[in-house]
Structure formats: C-alpha cells, structure tokens
C-alpha cells in the first residue's frame, strides 16, 4: 500500500511538471534516474515520457543560435510570379501590386491560408517578413505566416497578429488547433507591447534549428518552443475571416551546410542565382531587412503626420467658415443698425419741429390741446385739398358730356380717301 501511494504522488509531480511544461530536463531526469518499480510503474513511465517527446515545450529563452549565412528565397513583389495565389472572387481579392502582396479576404466566415508553391525541404531556417494589418469592418480581423505546412493541412504552425496589438501561435493538429500561447478562453491571444498598432507595419521573424523555434516580432525576442514531430515543412500566410492586409517582402535563409531539396521548375532559375549569394550579400540582404523596417516606420509616421495635417486643415476650413459666418452676420447687424439710425433721425428731425411749434405756444395753458387742433387741422386741409382736386376732375368730364360733337366736313376728310359702300361684307373664310 505504501508503495502504491509513492507510485501516485510521484505520478502526480511528474504531470504537474508536464502541464506546466517547464524543467522538462529534470522531469526525464526523475525518469531515469527512478529505481526499482514494478510494471505498472513502467507502463506510466512510457505513456508520461512519450507525451513529453510529443508536446511542444514552451520555453522564454532564447533556443536557436545558429548563423543563418545563406539566401533561398527573396520575395519583394515587384513582379507576379508563380509562387503567391492571385485571385478575385467574392471570397477573396489576392494581387501583387506596387511591390506588396495584397490580401482581402472578404467572407467573414473562416480564414484562408495561401501557401506558397515553393517546396522547402529546409530543416533549419531563418522566416523574415513585413506584413501590415489594415483596419476592416471585422474587429476580430487577424493575418500571419504558415510555417512547417504539412500535406494535406495536416499540421503545421501558425502565428498572427490582430487589431489590438496582440499574437498568437497554435499548431494544427489534424482537425484542430493547439494554442502554444494564452488559452482557449482568449482564443491563444497574447498581447505584446511591442507589436505595432493596426495600419502600421510588423516584422516578423522565425528561426528554426534542429527542430527548436524562436519568434521574433519587430527584432524583439517573444517566445521560443520545440516540436519534434516535424522535420521539414512548407511556409504561407494565412488572412483572417473579413480582413484586409498586405505583405512587403519575405526572406528565407539557411546554413551554409544545407541544400534546398526543392525540385520545383519555378524556383530553379532562382537558386542559380542565389547560389552566388557570399556572404557580403547575406549582409546586405539584412541591411535591406533593416532599411525597409525604417522605411515602413517612416511611412507610418508620415501617414500619422498627413492625418494630423488633414485635421488641421480641416479645423482651419471649419474656422473659415466661421469666419465668413461671423462677418455675414455682423454685416446683417451693421445694415439693422444703419436702419434703425436713419428711422431715428427722421423721428428727430419730426420730434425738433414739434418742439418748435410747441415753444411758439409756450405758455398757453392749453398748449397740448392746440397742438392737436394744429394736427387735426392740417390732417382736415390736406383732405379738402384732395377733395377739391376730385371735384375739378368731375366738373370737366361732366362738362365735356354736355358738349355737341361736331359733325365731319368733306373738307376734313383726307384726299383721295374712299368710303366703303354699304351693305358690304367679306366672304366667309374656309
């Protein structure tokens, strides 16, 4: 009994070990180093070591620390060629267009993974990508890179980026993926400070060596994990459901101990040249890595300064328009007002004669009364004034009514003018 219960805590620690996925080396270590066990001891040795030969190990130190001295493949899409899909459904809008892979995948109901025609037989490998994120209606957009593609989807790992300056890294797993970062509640999301935010350029970097990984986002060092279950694997990316995105270039390099074992047609003429690449141009492929990182840096500050010019200059139309607002109603006040001085002025000039005709009757005691008489008089001659006019119109038309219209005289009638005879009348007209 006492051995049983040795036997299930020390299977205990083992699995918390195992869950927690660090200081695996002592876990094989408490393994090997076990002594005498019976063989249901033995069957759980097996099943607990073959688990931790087949989990990924997390890890937060860095894993990988070759040299990566030899250029396989440089993609800055200036020209279309054969690796990268290009399509325009209503699904999907990939094109390569003014030196970048434009992603637009317009179905918001699962992702869409593009991986690139380009068999890489590399086991140790150096990814370097620049990818920018745009903003679309989708909150939940995301875009990243397919690494160790497995045929038929059967496995791989994939790593993004969202909106919210936040990455994940799952691995698939035939029909599912296993997060290597956050949890399933949070969908593998981890934030990062050190992520760009969304319609701003992020450089992305996997090394992989004897089958370990390090993740470097934006030349900061992230994560580091190790899966032996894949010795080569085809790389892509992979756009989120309802979102837009666009890749700058993509660098592949590897060790100078290794070959590309790709057989592909396409890329044949490429690894002639790049068979030429020294080291001098390893260090000038890094260097352009390095310039094309500022430059997209650069263009993001440009683009933040050209939105805040466009506010000033908006504030400043807006302030124009206030302006002419502004004069457009002070010059309605200026006109009110040059109206209102001129009714007062010919209401003074009214009120100074009235204030003369009342100081002629100053000291009457019916001054008012004959002020109002004065009014009532003038009112009454203007109207027997106008009567008169009246009557004199009516007295010569009343007059010219009287009056005999004389008869016409031969002699006023124009030479050579005929009367009509009588009894005459036009025809009907058809």
Not at 118 to 139: G, P
Not at 190 to 198: A, E, G, P
Request: net charge positive; with cysteine.
């Amino acid at each position: 009994m006492a051995t049983a219960l040795t036997t299930k805590h020390l299977l205990g620690c083992v699995v918390k070990k195992l869950i927690s996925g660090k200081n695996r080396s002592k876990v094989f270590y408490v393994f090997l180093k076990t002594g005498q066990m019976n063989d249901k001891f033995k069957l759980y040795r097996l099943v607990l070591l073959t688990g931790l030969l087949f989990t990924p190990a997390i890890v937060y130190a860095q894993l990988v620390t070759g040299k990566f001295d030899r250029m396989v493949m440089s993609e800055n899409f200036d020209t279309i060629n054969n690796y990268w899909t290009t399509s325009a459904n209503s699904d999907n809008l990939f094109l390569v267009q003014e030196g970048e892979y434009i992603l637009n995948r317009k179905s918001i109901n699962s992702p869409f993974a593009i991986i690139a025609d380009y068999t890489n037989n590399l086991q140790d490998f150096r990814l370097v990508t620049s990818l920018i994120l745009e903003k679309a209606v989708n909150e939940n957009s995301s875009l990243g890179i397919i690494i160790m593609a497995q045929p038929g989807g059967d496995g791989g790992f994939v790593i993004e980026i969202n909106t919210t300056r936040q990455y994940r890294v799952r691995q698939i797993t035939g029909n599912t993926y296993k997060y290597l970062t956050g949890d399933s509640k949070k969908g593998g999301w981890t934030t990062s400070k050190d992520l760009n935010m969304v319609n701003s350029y992020n450089l992305i970097d996997v090394r992989v060596q004897n089958r370990n990984y390090d993740l470097y986002i934006n030349n900061i060092y992230l994560m580091s994990f190790s899966e032996i279950a894949y010795k080569t694997g085809n790389i892509g990316f992979i756009i989120g459901p309802g979102s837009k995105g666009r890749i700058d270039f993509l660098y592949l390099f590897t060790m100078n101990d290794q070959k590309s074992a790709s057989t592909d047609t396409v890329t044949t003429t490429d690894e002639k040249v790049i068979s030429q690449v020294t080291p001098d141009m390893i260090e000038l492929a890094e260097s352009i890595i390095k310039l094309k990182t500022q430059i997209n840096k650069l263009s993001d500050e440009n683009q933040d300064l050209r939105k805040t010019i466009e506010v000033m200059q908006t504030e400043q139309d807006d302030k124009a328009i206030l302006k002419k607002d502004f004069e457009k109603t002070i010059k309605s006040y200026q006109l009110a007002a040059a109206r209102q001085q001129f009714s007062f002025d010919s209401l003074l000039k009214v009120n100074q004669t009235l204030i003369k005709y009342k100081e002629m009757v100053a000291g009457n005691e019916n001054s008012d009364l004959i002020i109002s008489l004065s009014k009532s008089l003038k009112a009454e001659k203007e109207l027997n004034q106008k009567l008169k006019t009246e009557n004199k119109v009516l007295t010569d038309s009343l007059k010219q009514q009287k009056g005999t219209t004389p008869a016409k005289s031969s002699a006023s009638e124009s030479p050579g003018e005929k009367k009509s005879p009588e009894n005459f009348s036009l025809p009907v007209e058809n």
